[in-house]
C-alpha cells in the first residue's frame, strides 16, 4: 500500500531563503510525482507533475525533483517570497493518487 | 474562464440529515473526483468517475453517494450513515486518457466546501 510523507510538516523562514521540502513515498511503481499549492481554505493548485521517466520539472522559481530508486522528491524554492506562504502537499500517483499530508510554509517579510 | 465551481461554500448539517454539495466544471474533462480533507491529513479519495453514468467507490465511500448523469456535473450526497462529515471536501476533474485512474493528467481543483455538522 502506498503511503506518502511529508517532513516537516510546518516551515518558517525569512524571505529570500532558498528552502527544500520533502516528499517521500513507499512504493515506487508510481506513473508521476504532482507537487499542489493550498491556500487557507482553498482548493489545490497543481504547481509542478514529474513523469516517472523524468528526474525534474522547472517553472520559474521552482524545481521538483525525483528520485524513485530512492522514493524521494523535493521541491525547490528559490529566494523564497512572503506570498509563497501556503501549504504545499504531494501526490504519488500509481494506480491511486495518494497524497502527502503537507507542508504548512510560512515566509516572513 | 473554464474551471470547477463548488457550491455552497460553507454549509451546516444537523445530525440525520442528508446534504448535497454541488461540483460543476466547463472545461470538458471527462474523469471527475471528490476528495476530503481533515485537518492534519493528506486528501482522502471519495468516489470518482471516468464517465457519464459510471462511477466507482474511492477509499472512503461509506456514508456518500454521488450521481453523473451529466459530463459537467458530479453532485455529492452526504447521507446520515456518514458517522464523522465535518470536513472540507474538494471536487477536482481531469482528462481521461484511457489509462484508467487519472494516468498521467493534472487535476484541476475547485475552491473546495465547508461542512459542519452541528
Known amino acids: 500500500k502506498q503511503e506518502v510523507t511529508q517532513i516537516p510538516a510546518a516551515l518558517s523562514v525569512p524571505e529570500g531563503e532558498n528552502l527544500v521540502l520533502n516528499c517521500s513515498f513507499t512504493d515506487s511503481a508510481i506513473y508521476n510525482l504532482q507537487w499542489f499549492r493550498q491556500d487557507p481554505g482553498k482548493g489545490l493548485t497543481s504547481l509542478l507533475l514529474?513523469?516517472?521517466?523524468?528526474r525534474e520539472q522547472t517553472s520559474g522559481r521552482l524545481n521538483a525533483s525525483l528520485d524513485k530508486s530512492s522514493g524521494r522528491s523535493t521541491l525547490y524554492i528559490a529566494a523564497s517570497q512572503p506570498g509563497d506562504s501556503a501549504t504545499y502537499l504531494c501526490a504519488a500517483q500509481g494506480g491511486k493518487l495518494i497524497f502527502g499530508q503537507g507542508t504548512e510554509l510560512s515566509v516572513k517579510p | 474562464d473554464g474551471g470547477i465551481t463548488q457550491s455552497p461554500k460553507y454549509l451546516f448539517r444537523k445530525e440525520g440529515q442528508n446534504v448535497t454539495l454541488s461540483c460543476e466544471q466547463n472545461l470538458n474533462h471527462d474523469a471527475m473526483y471528490w476528495y476530503r480533507q481533515d485537518p492534519g491529513q493528506g486528501l482522502r479519495l471519495i468516489y470518482y468517475s471516468q464517465i457519464v453514468n459510471d462511477f466507482q467507490k474511492g477509499d472512503i465511500a461509506e456514508g456518500y453517494s454521488v450521481s453523473r448523469e451529466k459530463k459537467e456535473s458530479f453532485p455529492l450526497t452526504v447521507t446520515s450513515a456518514q458517522k464523522n462529515p465535518t470536513a472540507f471536501y474538494l471536487c477536482?476533474?481531469?482528462?481521461?486518457?484511457?489509462?484508467?485512474?487519472?494516468?498521467?493528467?493534472?487535476?484541476?481543483f475547485g475552491a473546495g466546501s465547508r461542512l459542519t455538522v452541528l
Open positions: 514529474i513523469q516517472s521517466s523524468q
Open positions: 477536482a476533474s481531469s482528462i481521461e486518457d484511457g489509462r484508467g485512474y487519472s494516468g498521467a493528467n493534472v487535476l484541476t
